[in-house]
């Protein structure tokens, strides 16, 4: 999964929480596999809530998608409030828009109660309309979320070029509960707050078979194991073989990310003079964002296998500089790639799928914020019986999964045909 790369991101190399010392795998009340936001999030709240936790990362802390991402903190689904509500009805409707709606409060409020050094800037996010179906998309979900109270507003095209210092925009909204985060500091500073409150980070340790004992579970590491009364899987577009089906139920893509020299400061101004950060309202949006140095840090999505595509970098870079030629020939400095989970309904899932055992995936390109929000609910849930906001749903394989390279390649060039037309996302 652009292993190659892990080590080549900007986030890497500027991160100001260091890697967390490993521990020694332990017995513990919760087992949790994978180190990134879900499995991070559950871990620290159940030891917050006095629970033995012991966390197994096969690589190192946020070496998926949680260490790879594009940093944006953004709450809310895919589908807005009055489309939450037609699906779970009034009541359980209404306690997930809440729970979504809040969803960045949530990770900001742990940057700061535990001192997390991730660069977080909360001023807010601004989705932009390639096309007037996009801008009419994008006026409705504005007016949806201003309805439950939130600090939404809704741009015309000027107002969206002078939000982005892009022309190319037919509309768009601003929402002012975003922000920007390194997001590997985060992954690494969750650890550290988890190891604080007394859980075991174990990293390098591949887990390689789990299996039910008695009314718990084991985790086979090779030449050790570990058990718990209770698992959470957390390995979300990142592992195959623990529970295949789980992995057959989700569709890894890689999204692309660059990050420039740091530009002129009359330049950076240009763009994004917020400070928000911005995704595109398409199927194969691209997303960016001007960090605190004055880089501009743009990526998309849109590669299947699982090593870097070239291809895709190339015309993530000839896009930047249609968009922004004011950059001139300032050149990339940092270019990663990494792979998220998407699902076919595009929401995440919360699984059950046996006693004891619960997993947490596919967060379709919206996870700083709902994977923590997530893993702080599963870890009430487990520790305290509290209900969940997301609905349990089982697993449920695609049964073309083994085919979808192919499909997901025709997929790809299918969205790029709509998103030329100015089909809305």
Same mark, same amino acid.
């Given at each position: 999964?652009?292993?190659? #790369?892990?080590?080549?991101?900007?986030?890497?190399?500027?991160?100001?929480?260091? =890697?967390?010392?490993?521990?020694?795998?332990?017995?513990?009340?919760?087992?949790?596999?994978? !180190?990134?936001?879900?499995? &991070?999030? %559950? @871990?620290?709240?159940?030891?917050?809530?006095?629970?033995?936790? %012991? #966390?197994?990362?096969?690589?190192?802390?946020?070496?998926?998608?949680?260490?790879?991402?594009?940093?944006?903190?953004?709450?809310?689904?895919?589908?807005? /409030?009055?489309?939450?509500?037609?699906?779970?009805?009034?009541?359980?409707?209404? $306690?997930?828009?809440?729970?979504?709606?809040?969803?960045?409060?949530?990770?900001?409020?742990?940057?700061?109660?535990?001192?997390?050094?991730?660069?977080?800037?909360? $001023?807010?996010?601004?989705?932009?309309?390639?096309?007037?179906?996009?801008?009419?998309?994008?006026?409705?979900?504005?007016?949806?979320?201003?309805?439950?109270?939130?600090?939404?507003?809704?741009?015309?095209?000027?107002?969206?070029?002078?939000? %982005?210092?892009? =022309?190319?925009?037919? !509309?768009?909204? $601003?929402?002012?509960?975003?922000?920007?985060?390194?997001?590997?500091?985060?992954?690494?500073?969750?650890?550290?707050?988890?190891?604080?409150?007394?859980?075991?980070?174990?990293?390098?340790?591949?887990?390689?078979?789990?299996?039910?004992?008695? @009314?718990?579970?084991? =985790?086979?590491?090779?030449?050790?194991?570990?058990?718990?009364?209770?698992?959470?899987?957390?390995?979300?577009? *990142?592992?195959?073989?623990? #529970?295949?089906?789980?992995?057959?139920?989700?569709? /890894?893509?890689?999204?692309?990310?660059?990050?420039?020299? /740091?530009?002129?400061?009359?330049?950076?101004?240009?763009?994004?003079?917020?400070?928000?950060?911005?995704?595109?309202?398409?199927?194969?949006?691209?997303? *960016?964002?001007?960090?605190?140095?004055?880089?501009?840090?743009?990526?998309?999505?849109?590669?299947?296998?699982?090593?870097?595509?070239?291809?895709?970098?190339?015309?993530?870079?000839?896009?930047?500089?249609?968009?922004?030629?004011?950059?001139?020939?300032?050149?990339?400095?940092?270019?990663?790639?990494?792979?998220?989970?998407?699902?076919?309904?595009?929401?995440?899932?919360?699984?059950?799928?046996?006693?004891?055992?619960?997993?947490?995936?596919? *967060?379709?390109?919206?996870?700083?914020?709902?994977?923590?929000?997530?893993?702080?609910?599963?870890?009430?849930?487990?520790?305290?019986? $509290?209900?969940?906001?997301?609905?349990?749903? /089982?697993?449920?394989?695609?049964?073309?999964? !083994? &085919?979808?390279?192919?499909?997901?390649?025709?997929?790809?060039?299918? *969205?790029?045909?709509?998103?030329?037309?100015?089909?809305?996302?």
């Amino acid at each position: 999964m652009s292993a190659d #790369l892990w080590s080549r991101s900007f986030w890497w190399a500027t991160s100001a929480e260091p =890697a967390p010392e490993g521990d020694r795998p332990e017995d513990a009340d919760v087992l949790v596999i994978g !180190g990134g936001y879900s499995g &991070l999030s %559950t @871990a620290l709240h159940l030891a917050e809530a006095g629970r033995r936790v %012991t #966390l197994l990362e096969a690589r190192e802390i946020g070496f998926g998608a949680s260490g790879r991402n594009g940093g944006q903190v953004i709450p809310g689904l895919k589908i807005d /409030p009055v489309a939450i509500r037609a699906r779970w009805g009034a009541e359980a409707g209404q $306690r997930l828009v809440d729970f979504v709606g809040t969803a960045a409060d949530r990770v900001f409020d742990l940057i700061d109660r535990h001192g997390i050094a991730c660069d977080p800037q909360r $001023r807010g996010w601004v989705q932009a309309a390639p096309s007037e179906a996009a801008a009419t998309l994008l006026r409705a979900r504005a007016r949806d979320w201003q309805a439950e109270g939130a600090a939404v507003e809704i741009l015309d095209a000027e107002q969206v070029a002078r939000a %982005t210092g892009a =022309a190319c925009y037919r !509309g768009g909204l $601003r929402d002012a509960r975003a922000g920007t985060v390194n997001p590997l500091a985060l992954a690494r500073g969750l650890a550290r707050a988890a190891r604080a409150q007394g859980a075991r980070i174990v990293t390098g340790q591949p887990v390689r078979a789990i299996r039910r004992t008695g @009314a718990g579970w084991t =985790a086979d590491l090779g030449n050790a194991s570990v058990s718990a009364p209770t698992m959470v899987l957390a390995t979300n577009a *990142y592992d195959a073989a623990l #529970l295949p089906r789980l992995a057959r139920s989700l569709l /890894p893509v890689q999204s692309n990310i660059i990050a420039t020299a /740091p530009l002129d400061p009359a330049v950076a101004a240009r763009i994004l003079p917020g400070g928000a950060c911005c995704s595109e309202a398409r199927h194969l949006a691209l997303y *960016y964002r001007v960090t605190p140095d004055r880089r501009l840090v743009i990526g998309g999505r849109g590669g299947v296998g699982a090593t870097h595509s070239a291809a895709l970098q190339r015309a993530l870079e000839s896009a930047m500089r249609r968009m922004f030629p004011g950059i001139g020939d300032v050149p990339v400095a940092h270019a990663w790639s990494g792979h998220l989970a998407l699902t076919m309904d595009g929401l995440p899932h919360v699984h059950a799928p046996e006693p004891g055992l619960w997993a947490l995936a596919g *967060y379709n390109g919206r996870g700083i914020a709902m994977a923590t929000a997530l893993g702080a609910a599963l870890a009430a849930r487990i520790a305290e019986g $509290r209900p969940l906001p997301l609905p349990e749903t /089982p697993v449920s394989p695609l049964p073309w999964h !083994g &085919l979808r390279r192919p499909v997901m390649n025709a997929g790809v060039r299918f *969205y790029w045909l709509k998103d030329r037309l100015g089909l809305a996302a």
